[in-house]
Structure formats: C-alpha cells, structure tokens
T-cell receptor
Framework: DTAVSQTPKYLVTQMGNDKSIKCEQN?????MYWYKQDSKKFLKIMFS???????INETVPNRFSPKSPDKAHLNLHINSLELGDSAVYFC???????????FGQGTRLTVV | GESVGLHLPTLSVQEGDNSIINCAYS??????FIWYKQESGKGPQFIID?????DKRQGQRVTVLLNKTVKHLSLQIAATQPGDSAVYFC?????????????FGKGTMLLVSP
C-alpha cells in the first residue's frame, strides 16, 4: 500500500488554466505538507496543515489554495496557471513534532 | 537569513568506496536533522535522522555525524553501491509554536560508477 499518494503524476496544461493536485495519506498522520521542487532540485515548503488547520503558509501566490477536507487529504488547487508554476510538487505527511516526513511520488506540472 | 545546505554539488565515486556528503546549517535552534535520498522521478525517502543531543548515529551502511559547534552535518555511506546514486538532502526540523517545520538544504548528487 502506498503511504502517501498524489495524483496525477504528470500534468501538462496551458497558461491561464485552473488545475488541482490531490493527495492522500493512509498513515494516520496529523500533519500534511505541500512542497515545490524547482529545476535545481531545491525543495521549498509551501503549506503545512495540522488536523485540517492551516499552520504554515509560506510566501505563495494567492492563486495557490490548499484544501484539507479531512486530515488524510490535502489537495492543492492552482488558479490561472503561469509558466513559472512549472515544477514538481510533493505532498508529504508526518506525525508532527520532531519526526520525519513521508513524501508522495510527486506531480510534475508543466505549464505551456 | 537562515539557510541549510550548500549549492548543489556532485560527488562521483567508484563502487565500493566510502562516500561522505556534507551539509552546513545556520540555525542553532534546530533540534532534529534528517537525511533524505531522492532517486530520479521519485519523492525524497528518509535515510537516517539525528537529534541535537547526539553527535553520531549509525544505520545500515550509513552514519550521520552532527557537529553543533560548527553547525555541520555529514552523511557517510560505506561501500557505496550503484543503487546509492541519487540526490541527497539534509533537512532541519524546528519546532515553532508547537508545530514542526522541515527546511531542506539544496542537495548533493551522488554518482556511483560500477
């Protein structure tokens, strides 16, 4: 069973479109995250949720809106996609506190 | 500003060699560190962790060393294998108002030649 699963794995779309990436974890974790990995492999946190509540919102454009319907799911909706949004987006979860995060396989978003 | 890690370097080794990957951090308040391995097309995968009250921790073929004096972290891989080829990240986990944040360094690419 996949611990953290996100869909789709690949997403190619045109500028200006709206798209969503879904994430689910079956680890029973309270904390979920979205990270963005750029072309230089740098991983930057975007959002952190704990028990469906937003904890961390880094400097991310308002076009990005996370939604957590329950603590096992954290979806990412992106409005008005721009070329610079092209990246690999990773969902992750953890028990919280000083513990490791478990990552999904990533969604490669390409905006054309 | 605070930062973890170095510019993305590449370390090339021969199969069977020992590899050492280094990481610098600047926040002395960090209390937990993690090394992750990321293979091509996959998400980061946990390798080993260490708390700030320790200076060494060993796993299977891997050892993490923490030097708080100089804010330096290293990952040692013994008898490196081609399957170890990947990008390795150090990450620091800090508690902030009861919630943890995981900040990644910039990664090191390890290339292992057979």
């Amino acid at each position: 069973d996949t611990a953290v699963s996100q869909t789709p794995k690949y997403l190619v779309t045109q500028m200006g479109n709206d798209k969503s990436i879904k994430c689910e974890q079956n680890l029973g974790h309270d904390t979920m995250y979205w990270y963005k990995q750029d072309s230089k492999k740098f991983l930057k946190i975007m959002f952190s949720y704990n028990n469906k509540e937003l904890i961390i919102n880094e400097t991310v454009p308002n076009r990005f809106s996370p939604k957590s319907p329950d603590k096992a799911h954290l979806n990412l909706h992106i409005n008005s996609l721009e070329l610079g949004d092209s990246a690999v987006y990773f969902c992750a979860s953890s028990r919280g506190g000083l513990s490791e995060a478990f990552f999904g396989q990533g969604t490669r978003l390409t905006v054309v | 500003g605070e930062s973890v890690g170095l510019h993305l370097p590449t370390l090339s080794v021969q199969e069977g060699d020992n590899s050492i990957i280094n990481c610098a951090y600047s926040n002395s308040a960090s209390d937990y560190f993690i090394w992750y391995k990321q293979e091509s097309g996959k998400g980061p995968q946990f390798i080993i962790d260490i708390r700030s009250n320790m200076d060494k921790r060993q796993g299977q073929r891997v050892t993490v060393l923490l030097n708080k004096t100089v804010k330096h972290l290293s990952l040692q891989i013994a008898a490196t294998q081609p399957g170890d080829s990947a990008v390795y990240f150090c990450a620091e986990n800090r508690m902030n108002s009861g919630y943890s944040t995981l900040t990644f360094g910039k990664g090191t690419m390890l290339l292992v030649s057979p």
